[in-house]
């Protein structure tokens, strides 16, 4: 569709040099043309252009002062993409490789993910090419007290409602949530994933993991299927990663493999998850240490990964999980995993698979849960910690565990339907593509050009 090929060549020319988000839009717009071509609506109204516009991109300048005394310079981004359905809500990342590219990326599949979930939150990203790692807790600390002196004016919790990512957790949430509430003396619920002694929902750590798993078991059931005794790739050893590896063992499944950004870790009778959570949970720290409580375990360093792929993905299983990052499972892998007889791809991870990859999954009719779906507990238990949090109450985790299988079951049939509505039952990209367009789009269409 030429009009989609122009969006596309029109960012190219007004966002040079970013290359993760023209996959990410280009993926969308794929899916889009169905239904461009049946509600010329959408066109008459330049939906298409405004949505891969942001409606504010923030980028500031983050000094701090490490341990040394020295004074170091990050740059730190918030983009709120869209606010038709909600205020801005999504995470924060802070990873060396952070850049604008990336953060709108995430910021664009946020708006789609979080109107998937049918939930009244609109789609933002934000972070700083900050690198956590080998820093102390006072670095930390000053780091997120700097980042939050510029963005603080920016966020609220009806305005913009920050939660973490990658190299953001419980910890960076409490330092940056104390350095708001200094600013503005108030205690707002202005972050999710806040501890649960000051307004965090029980759940809400697990609820990304959790929520993967459970739409694997919802797209296995649609194939007569289910997760018990299934063996299963998992990348990653952070929060994601650690919380689908415990539910795949609840649920009677077992996880083989899991990695950090420094290597691949196989233990064929399962990974032992209390081992995983003392090191990357407690000690911040490698995989290689699993080795000393497990010699068994094999361990593979990125130097000895495919060139063409990753170590984990040549493993034999039923069903993979990735669990890490962008990008990280490619062509070469995704033919691995068909040609080993893999069943599903539920993905935990924001774009882990790269086109080509995703194009292979749709091809050999494997079930295949794009991100956007899969991972969506995280951010749909986010919005149950702020209605929590504007009640004044809290809810048990049995209650909180209750709505996001809900939740998780509905996003996976609205994808489901819709797909099969526009003609390509089995295909939930283009199933949670449109659905999550639709909402948005529509709701643009009430409010008016703004
Ligand atoms: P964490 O920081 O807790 O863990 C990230 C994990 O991925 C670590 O094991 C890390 O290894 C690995 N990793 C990160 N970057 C790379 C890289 N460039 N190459 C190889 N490995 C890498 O983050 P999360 O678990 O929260 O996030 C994981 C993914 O899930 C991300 O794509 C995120 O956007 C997505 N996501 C997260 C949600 C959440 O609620 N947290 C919600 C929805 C999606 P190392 O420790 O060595 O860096
Ligand atoms: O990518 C994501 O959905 C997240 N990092 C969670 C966002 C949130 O607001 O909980």
């Known amino acids: 569709?030429?009009?989609?090929?122009?969006?596309?060549?029109?960012?190219?020319?007004?966002?040079?040099?970013?290359?993760?988000?023209?996959?990410?839009?280009?993926e969308v717009l794929d899916s889009l043309t169905a239904i461009l071509e049946h509600a010329p609506k959408y066109r008459q109204q330049a939906i298409i252009e405004r949505m891969v516009e942001p409606?504010?991109?923030?980028?500031?300048?983050?000094?701090?002062?490490?341990?040394?005394?020295?004074?170091?310079?990050?740059?730190?981004?918030?983009?709120?993409?869209?606010s038709a359905l909600g205020p801005y809500k999504g995470g924060l990342?802070?990873?060396?490789?952070?850049?604008?590219?990336?953060?709108?990326?995430?910021?664009?599949?946020?708006?789609?993910?979080?109107?998937?979930?049918?939930?009244?939150?609109?789609?933002?990203?934000?972070?700083?090419?900050?690198d956590p790692k080998g820093r102390s807790d006072g670095e930390i600390m000053r780091f997120c007290q700097s980042y939050i002196n510029e963005l603080y004016r920016h966020i609220g919790p009806t305005t913009d409602v920050p939660a973490g990512d990658i190299g953001v957790g419980a910890r960076e949430i409490g330092y940056m949530f104390g350095q708001y509430k200094k600013?503005?003396?108030?205690?707002?619920?202005?972050?999710?994933g806040k501890s649960i002694l000051w307004g965090g929902s029980l759940g809400r750590k697990e609820a990304t993991g959790y929520g993967c798993v459970y739409f694997a078991s919802y797209m296995l059931a649609d194939r007569k299927q289910?997760?018990?005794?299934?063996?299963?790739?998992?990348?990653?050893?952070?929060?994601?990663?650690?919380?689908?590896i415990e539910k795949l063992h609840q649920l009677g499944a077992t996880a083989i493999t899991c990695s950090d950004s420094a290597g691949t870790l196989y233990h064929a009778e399962g990974i032992n998850l209390a081992t995983l959570k003392q090191i990357k949970e407690r000690e911040q720290g490698r995989l290689t240490s699993y080795l000393q409580h497990h010699p068994?375990?094999?361990?593979?360093?990125?130097?000895?990964?495919?060139?063409?792929?990753?170590?984990?993905?040549?493993?034999?299983?039923?069903?993979?999980?990735?669990?890490?990052?962008?990008?990280?499972?490619?062509?070469?892998?995704?033919?691995?995993?068909?040609?080993?007889?893999?069943?599903?791809?539920?993905?935990?991870?924001?774009?882990?698979?790269?086109?080509?990859?995703?194009?292979?999954?749709?091809?050999?009719?494997?079930?295949?849960?794009?991100?956007?779906?899969?991972?969506?507990?995280?951010?749909?238990?986010?919005q149950l910690e702020m209605a929590q949090n504007a009640s004044m109450l809290s809810w048990s985790f049995q209650e909180v565990d209750e709505k996001l299988q809900l939740i998780m079951r509905n996003i996976y049939t609205r994808a489901r339907d819709t797909a099969a509505e526009f003609g390509e039952p089995g295909n939930l990209v283009l199933?949670?593509?449109?659905?999550?367009f639709r909402r948005v789009a529509d709701a643009m269409i009430e409010q008016g050009i703004v």
């Open 93 to 130: 990342r802070f990873h060396p490789s952070v850049n604008a590219s990336i953060i709108k990326f995430l910021g664009f599949e946020q708006v789609f993910k979080n109107a998937l979930t049918g939930l009244p939150i609109g789609g933002a990203k934000g972070g700083a090419n900050f």
């Open 226 to 244: 289910e997760l018990a005794g299934k063996t299963c790739l998992v990348s990653g050893s952070g929060n994601v990663a650690i919380y689908t």
């Open 431 to 436: 199933g949670a593509n449109i659905a999550g």
């Open 296 to 382: 068994e375990a094999v361990y593979i360093p990125c130097s000895d990964y495919p060139a063409d792929g990753h170590a984990v993905w040549r493993y034999k299983a039923d069903l993979a999980f990735p669990c890490a990052t962008q990008n990280e499972l490619t062509q070469a892998d995704a033919e691995a995993l068909v040609a080993n007889g893999c069943l599903a791809v539920s993905e935990g991870a924001n774009m882990p698979s790269t086109q080509d990859a995703v194009a292979i999954f749709l091809r050999h009719g494997l079930a295949y849960g794009p991100g956007k779906a899969a991972n969506a507990g995280g951010v749909a238990t986010s």
């Open 1 to 26: 569709m030429t009009y989609i090929h122009d969006t596309i060549v029109k960012l190219q020319h007004s966002s040079p040099a970013q290359a993760e988000f023209y996959q990410a839009v280009e």
């Open 55 to 82: 409606e504010r991109q923030i980028m500031f300048r983050v000094p701090w002062v490490d341990d040394n005394g020295q004074v170091q310079v990050n740059k730190g981004y918030r983009v709120e993409f869209n």
């Open 183 to 192: 600013l503005v003396n108030r205690f707002d619920g202005v972050f999710t």
